[in-house]
């Protein structure tokens, strides 16, 4: 059965902004919000969730740790009048928590949210875009990885079929839904789909960003000679596509994004290990049970549910998130080699 909720949408469009915005220790403030639903997935993709280690005996967060809707509704209330303007869900795979519709729509009624989106493997895609365009949804990012079935198969881990995930994009456009996909590039394993996958973009209308092959975590088997750079991801497109640059469109955007000149749409690299871009990062995540990470590459996060289910006031979760950001020194990719410590799993986390 889905949740229910009983949170009043008086106490969601109650907040004042008057209240000062914090920064960390680089001058950075908070901007955009990462919030995990679930760290389960359908898929097996090597590179996040390898089945050798997330096979049919690994436990599972148990429903009771996962935040509840309300407990989510509150903590983004709060943020908002800190700088949140932004809010991704994420997970594991986020459309299998049952009711999300929910969520977007009371996520939605908050004042001062202007944006809200999903980053999903698409899978499910087709049968929720109706819904989450109805709720408030305002984009989606679909993981794609590869346009060949045969690669994009290996790749999930569990051979699901690309065409589902092609039929969810499309669904999304049909409702209105902003579409934009990410693909990972792994040497050696799909690299050849560079151009493909751009050529499919583009005769879609669908932006696409590649993403350099990022050590988070600790069971992906990460090697730097793995890595894809963005440089010569530029160089492969550049031989068959007329590029130009564009400038950022706001402080922190990951991408570096590249037009195509004839106007049919972007290709974006985010190059997290050859190009680090951590002195411009607002992102606060917060896991699907309840901490919240300053990084993508913690190690781990800082307890915010135990303040929650502990009735705690306002004023109280305030000063946590305060203290916590004012604190923050994050720039793993900066620091990539030389301070070495484990990481959280990006299907706990959420990307």
């Given amino acids: 059965m889905p949740e229910t909720f009983s949170f009043p949408v008086a106490a969601i469009r109650g907040h004042g902004s008057s209240v000062s915005l914090p920064v960390d220790q680089f001058g950075r403030g908070i901007r955009d919000l990462r ?11 090597r590179y996040c969730m390898p ?19 309300e407990e ?15 809010v991704r869900l994420t997970g594991g795979e986020p459309l299998l928590r049952r009711g999300i519709e929910d969520l977007v729509a009371m996520l939605s009624s908050i004042d001062g949210v202007k944006d809200i989106a999903i980053t999903t493997n698409g899978v499910l895609l087709a049968h929720h875009a109706e819904p989450l365009a109805l709720a408030g949804l305002s984009r989606v990012t679909v993981s794609l990885d590869a346009i060949d079935p045969e690669i994009f198969a290996r790749m999930n881990g569990v051979g699901a079929k690309v065409e589902r995930v092609l039929a969810g994009i499309n669904a999304a456009q049909t409702y209105g839904l902003k579409v934009k996909v990410n693909a990972v590039i792994q040497r050696g394993v799909n690299e050849g789909e560079v151009l493909p996958l751009a050529r499919w973009a583009k005769s879609q209308g669908v932006d696409l960003r590649y993403i350099e092959y990022m ?17 010569e991801l530029i160089g492969v497109l550049s031989t068959e596509f007329d590029l130009a640059p564009r400038d950022p469109a706001y402080r922190g955007e990951v991408a570096a994004h590249w037009r195509h000149r004839d106007g049919a749409g ?13 002195r411009d990062c607002q992102r606060l995540r917060l896991s699907a ?23 705690a006031a306002d004023d109280v979760l305030l000063a946590a ?19 070495p410590h484990p990481k959280a799993e990006m299907s706990y986390l959420g990307g």
């Fill in 72 to 86: 989510i509704v509150r903590l983004t209330c709060l943020l908002v009048p800190l700088g949140v303007e932004k």
């Fill in 289 to 311: 049970d309840g901490k919240f990470f300053t990084c993508l590459f913690a190690a781990d996060g800082h307890d915010i549910r135990g303040l929650l289910r502990s009735e």
């Fill in 35 to 45: 919030i995990s639903l679930t760290d389960r997935c359908n898929f097996r993709c």
């Fill in 215 to 231: 050590d988070v975590g600790e069971t992906n088997g990460w090697k730097l000679a793995e890595v894809v750079s963005a440089e």
């Fill in 321 to 339: 998130v305060r203290g916590l950001w004012s604190a923050r020194m994050d720039r793993y990719s900066e620091e990539r080699g030389l301070v």
């Fill in 266 to 278: 972007e290709i974006g690299v985010i190059s997290s290990v050859t190009r680090p871009f951590c």
């Fill in 51 to 69: 089945v050798e280690v997330f096979g049919p005996g690994y436990r599972f967060l148990p429903r009771e740790d996962l935040l509840s809707f």
